[in-house]
């Protein structure tokens, strides 16, 4: 028998009031500092075939104002990391350029590592790119073998294809994902040429980099047993090279101190809104990548609390909206699904039938994360402590009605009562399934 149902969010918290239409067609708000995304004319004459369609001068596009009264941005403090200062010393430098070298044209002849017959099962298949444009694009992330790099015997991470290492070049530290073996290759290389999308649709913007919610892969290098002992003799597989980014939202949130009353958000409340801003901005992105990244979660978003940014990774999981939508039919049809970290799951992927991974359903993780770092309590909690089968289904149950807000604590349902701004645009995302375009206007009126 399942558990009586908590009682409904509405009954705790008063009814949230209807959600007002989006007016596309009002004029833009005025913006403090800076906007994300707002296209600019392209600074650099590169062939990517990545490039999406921008909209014109006139038509309707989302951006975050991420300016704040404590000037969490100063206009004039370099929040740049020493690795991106070295790597990307001015905007009018591709990333590209400077670490990989010039830019290939399609005739270029193929990295050697890339070449065979067998490295090309591993690549990406996209409906909306050709294999040769996907070749081109993986190719132009090898990085030049000029480049020296060395593992270090520090792990940052592991997951359930690749593990991720500290290393160095002669000047500089980053982080290596490598897969656990060559047949884990594939997933190096999806996610690299997801991450090529985002940087060349970043180039073409001209965005700052310090101030990109994403993070920005350095490019792809190749490495065996004798650089790395726990690969096989005779296996040569692709590494993922990024920077290397101090901590993860999931550390700052398990290291913050619960405060006491009036109940301030946990994480403090000029970092939660630093947060909030900087997730919607990447979903901006996304949006306009035609990209779902499918597993939001916070272990997935670096923390540098020096510059006090927070950068979305891990694109593994990700995929072109159009190439969702192609696989979920072959997944439905063989009874799969896309791999799912339930506690950060809208609950239509989990319905009967499970509903394809879209942007709605980024948002609604974006909205768990923000719950999280609100209230310093992962979301049903209390549920995953008990680990037995009764409260497994439990779990299930309850995040198929959408029942989040109202399996909190007391305590973490008077932090969102002490804020009310943060609790309306946690419960716009998760209760009211507001749309991304509301949602940033919402954050905008602040």
């Excluded at 073998?145 to 160095?168: F, H, M, Q, R």
């Excluded at 920077?243 to 939202?249: E, H, R």
Aim: one cysteine or more; a negative charge; glycine letters at 2%.
């Amino acid at each position: 028998m399942f558990k009586t149902p908590p009682m409904s969010t509405e009954a705790r918290f008063g009814a949230m009031p209807d959600c007002a239409p989006i007016q596309p067609q009002a004029s833009p708000r005025s913006l403090w500092m800076k906007t994300l995304p707002t296209p600019k004319s392209p600074t650099h004459s590169l062939y990517s075939p990545l490039s999406f369609k921008t909209p014109t001068k006139g038509s309707h596009r989302m951006s975050i104002n991420t300016s704040f009264d404590d000037s969490v941005f100063s206009p004039s403090q370099d929040l740049t990391s020493s690795t991106e200062r070295d790597f990307f010393p001015s905007p009018d430098t591709s990333p590209v350029d400077t670490m990989y070298g010039p830019k290939l044209s399609m005739d270029s002849p193929i990295s050697p590592q890339l070449a065979s017959p067998l490295e090309k099962r591993s690549f990406p298949v996209s409906v909306t790119f050709s294999e040769e444009d996907v070749v081109h694009e993986l190719d132009d992330s090898v990085i030049s073998d000029s480049v020296p790099i060395s593992l270090n015997n520090t792990a940052l991470g592991k997951g359930a294809y690749s593990t991720v290492l500290e290393c160095s070049s002669p000047t500089e530290k980053f982080a290596i994902k490598i897969p656990t073996n060559s047949k884990k290759s594939k997933y190096i290389y999806k996610e690299m040429f997801n991450y090529k999308i985002i940087q060349n649709y970043l180039i073409k913007n001209d965005f700052p980099l310090h101030s990109f919610p994403i993070l920005n892969a350095h490019g792809l290098t190749f490495m065996n047993k004798k650089q790395y002992v726990k690969l096989r003799v005779g296996e040569t597989v692709p590494c993922l090279v990024l920077p290397l980014v101090p901590s993860t939202l999931d550390k700052l949130i398990s290291n913050s101190a619960p405060s006491n009353p009036p109940y301030q958000l946990h994480i403090s409340s000029d970092l939660w809104w630093v947060l909030a801003k900087q997730l919607l901005m990447s979903l901006i992105v996304l949006h306009d990548c035609h990209m779902v990244h499918m597993d939001f979660k916070p272990t997935n978003i670096l923390y540098d609390p020096i510059t006090q940014n927070f950068k979305v990774a891990d694109f593994t999981s990700a995929e072109l909206a159009e190439d969702v939508a192609a696989e979920y039919k072959t997944k439905i049809d063989n009874g799969m699904f896309f791999d799912l970290t339930l506690q950060y799951c809208a609950p239509e992927l989990i319905g009967t039938p499970p509903a394809a991974p879209s942007y709605m359903t980024d948002l609604y993780a974006i909205g768990l994360i923000l719950l999280s770092a609100a209230t310093g309590e992962e979301p049903y909690s209390e549920i995953i402590k008990s680990q037995n089968a009764s409260s497994m289904i439990y779990l299930n149950e309850s995040i198929k009605k959408n029942k989040v807000l109202d399996l909190l604590s007391n305590r973490a349902f008077a932090i969102l009562r002490s804020n009310t701004d943060a609790d309306m645009l946690i419960r716009m995302i998760l209760q009211e399934r507001c749309p991304l375009e509301q949602v940033v206007e919402f954050v905008n009126s602040i």
